[in-house]
């Protein structure tokens, strides 16, 4: 019998004979040779059929193979440069072939297919190169957001989905039926994890977050997954050096690891080997004087209009944009107008229209990445705050205790995973960042 092996571990077997298991990525006839890609989700190797090498029958099964079929193949490994694959470089030359399953006729072959056929069938688009390579690049950097953290006195504790109340902003609730009462997804675990904070001094929670925005763009998802850390004794200062340090490592980290698959998705990889501590960092009022300069010399009229910025307005992906070309690292852009921050945002000392929050903005165009803050500790303010929210306090009672019991200044802050994936891996979009992508006008499949 021979060894059952990973493609991925094709090159340690030169010379002996293996057995591999898969699906047929693609064939070639060339009547008594037949090329096929095969694919075992750790890689693709050729495995040549060569008629005078098999039993006829099972070459004649070879030679009808569609794509996608399953199949299970013993050979032996050789070295061959010209061999195509991932990694490549190594074929098997087959002796025998065991069919599974032959597949019906596949729906996505190697022609162009547009976007929403493929969102449709997600479900098989999953197998394609450039997926693949995709959601391993998004394995890594949950790996490493955890290895990091956990490496950094972090401790994991996990936050409820089911919420009674809002965590940010009230307009992008969805709701569910609890047991006849009302209750919502939830769209982030900060509140909770600053009652985790006090427990454990540094925590972080990281799952799925689901907001019911109305946006039909190409940064958001109405379910993503969401990173918090939250930090006792944390100021603005200690955020970034905290947060510059650690997207470092997840950037370099996959440099070093996924060279493959950054190379199957055209990743110019010379833009991310830059990322390293430490970033820039601008405030709002430099960020808004710097915006109006760059609009001034635009020709166009109805693109400078988008560029221009009155004090007090968020960005919108113009300003983003326009701001990450400024700089070739993410930009760090602190003490934003609390008028369209969150509730909870503690505000500048003497000037009370800005707080203590930050974004991080990706170079290259992908702007905001992350979003943090120091929080407000004080008790009455924080009441203040909720009152003006509208909404009953005694869905917040827990969370104003936090300030009765040994309120400290802390910080925290939220990184979307999907928009860090599109960056790291040079996507225009973030649909294809998540197996399975909730947007405004798709849940299936
Ligand atoms: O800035 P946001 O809304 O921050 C919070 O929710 C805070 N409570 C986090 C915290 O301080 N603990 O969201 C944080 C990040 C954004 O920077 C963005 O990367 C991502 O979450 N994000 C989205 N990603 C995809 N689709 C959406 N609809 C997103 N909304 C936010």
Same mark, same amino acid.
């Given at each position: 019998?021979?060894?059952?092996?990973?493609?991925?571990?094709?090159?340690?077997?030169?010379?002996?004979?293996?057995?591999?298991?898969?699906?047929?990525?693609?064939?070639?006839?060339?009547?008594?040779?037949?090329?096929?890609?095969?694919?075992?989700?750790?890689?693709?190797?050729?495995?040549?059929?060569?008629?005078?090498?098999?039993?006829?029958?099972?070459?004649?099964?070879?030679?009808?193979?569609?794509?996608?079929?399953?199949?299970? !193949?013993?050979?032996?490994?050789?070295?061959?440069?010209?061999?195509?694959?991932?990694?490549?470089?190594?074929?098997?030359?087959?002796?025998?072939?065991?069919?599974?399953?032959?597949?019906?006729?596949?729906?996505?072959?190697?022609?162009?297919?547009?976007?929403?056929?493929?969102?449709?069938?997600?479900?098989?688009?999953?197998?394609?190169?450039?997926? @693949?390579?995709?959601?391993?690049?998004?394995?890594?950097?949950?790996?490493?957001?955890?290895?990091?953290?956990?490496?950094?006195?972090?401790?994991?504790?996990?936050?409820?989905?089911?919420?009674?109340?809002? $965590?940010?902003?009230?307009?992008?609730?969805?709701?569910?039926?609890?047991?006849?009462?009302?209750?919502?997804?939830?769209?982030?675990?900060?509140?909770?994890?600053?009652?985790?904070?006090?427990?454990?001094?540094?925590?972080?929670?990281?799952?799925?977050?689901?907001?019911?925005?109305?946006?039909?763009?190409?940064?958001?998802?109405?379910?993503?997954?969401?990173?918090?850390?939250?930090?006792?004794?944390?100021?603005?200062?200690?955020?970034?050096?905290?947060?510059?340090?650690?997207?470092?490592?997840?950037?370099?980290?996959?440099?070093?690891?996924?060279?493959?698959?950054?190379?199957?998705?055209?990743?110019?990889?010379?833009?991310?080997?830059? !990322?390293?501590?430490?970033?820039?960092?601008?405030?709002?009022?430099?960020?808004?004087?710097?915006l109006n300069k760059r609009a001034a010399e635009i020709k166009d009229p109805e693109y400078r209009a988008q560029v221009e910025i009155? @004090?007090?307005?968020?960005? $919108?992906?113009p300003?983003?944009t326009e701001?990450?070309q400024?700089?070739?690292?993410?930009?760090?852009?602190?003490?934003?107008?609390?008028?369209?921050?969150?509730?909870?945002?503690?505000?500048?000392?003497?000037?009370?229209? #800005?707080?203590?929050? !930050?974004?991080?903005?990706?170079?290259?165009?992908? $702007?905001?990445?992350?979003?943090?803050?120091?929080?407000?500790?004080?008790?009455?303010?924080?009441?203040?705050?909720?009152?003006?929210?509208?909404?009953?306090?005694?869905?917040?009672? @827990?969370?104003?205790?936090?300030?009765?019991?040994?309120? #400290?200044?802390?910080?925290?802050?939220?990184?979307?995973?999907?928009?860090? !994936?599109?960056?790291?891996?040079?996507?225009?979009?973030?649909?294809?960042?998540?197996?399975?992508?909730?947007?405004?006008?798709?849940?299936?499949?």
């Amino acid at each position: 019998m021979a060894t059952i092996i990973n493609i991925r571990d094709i090159a340690r077997y030169e010379g002996q004979e293996v057995t591999l298991r898969g699906w047929v990525y693609n064939r070639t006839d060339k009547g008594k040779l037949q090329f096929i890609q095969l694919r075992d989700g750790t890689g693709i190797a050729q495995c040549v059929a060569f008629r005078k090498e098999m039993a006829e029958a099972e070459f004649e099964i070879a030679s009808k193979l569609t794509q996608e079929s399953s199949i299970i !193949v013993t050979g032996a490994v050789r070295k061959d440069d010209r061999a195509p694959g991932i990694p490549g470089g190594y074929e098997l030359g087959i002796k025998s072939l065991q069919l599974i399953q032959m597949a019906d006729e596949y729906p996505i072959t190697p022609k162009e297919h547009g976007v929403e056929f493929l969102m449709d069938n997600r479900h098989l688009w999953l197998r394609s190169s450039r997926q @693949w390579a995709i959601l391993r690049v998004r394995a890594t950097i949950v790996r490493e957001i955890r290895n990091w953290l956990d490496d950094h006195g972090y401790l994991l504790v996990d936050t409820p989905i089911i919420t009674p109340a809002a $965590g940010e902003d009230t307009t992008t609730l969805f709701s569910i039926d609890y047991f006849g009462e009302p209750a919502f997804l939830a769209q982030t675990g900060q509140l909770y994890n600053e009652a985790n904070m006090a427990a454990f001094g540094k925590v972080y929670c990281f799952g799925p977050t689901f907001r019911a925005e109305k946006s039909k763009t190409r940064r958001h998802l109405m379910e993503f997954w969401m990173l918090e850390p939250e930090m006792a004794f944390f100021s603005l200062e200690d955020l970034m050096e905290m947060e510059e340090q650690f997207i470092s490592h997840i950037v370099q980290t996959v440099l070093e690891k996924h060279q493959p698959e950054l190379k199957i998705l055209e990743r110019d990889t010379s833009r991310l080997e830059n !990322v390293l501590p430490p970033f820039p960092r601008i405030s709002y009022d430099e960020a808004v004087e710097r915006l109006n300069k760059r609009a001034a010399e635009i020709k166009d009229p109805e693109y400078r209009a988008q560029v221009e910025i009155e @004090w007090g307005t968020d960005f $919108g992906s113009p300003h983003e944009t326009e701001l990450t070309q400024m700089f070739d690292k993410p930009v760090f852009v602190y003490n934003f107008p609390s008028v369209f921050k969150a509730f909870y945002m503690q505000p500048v000392e003497g000037r009370p229209e #800005v707080c203590r929050s !930050v974004d991080l903005l990706a170079p290259e165009g992908y $702007g905001e990445i992350t979003g943090g803050s120091e929080r407000i500790w004080d008790q009455a303010l924080l009441e203040k705050r909720v009152a003006q929210m509208g909404i009953g306090r005694e869905a917040y009672a @827990w969370y104003l205790d936090l300030r009765r019991f040994g309120s #400290v200044p802390h910080a925290g802050f939220g990184l979307g995973l999907e928009r860090t !994936v599109a960056w790291i891996c040079g996507l225009p979009h973030i649909r294809e960042t998540i197996p399975y992508a909730r947007m405004l006008n798709r849940k299936y499949p």
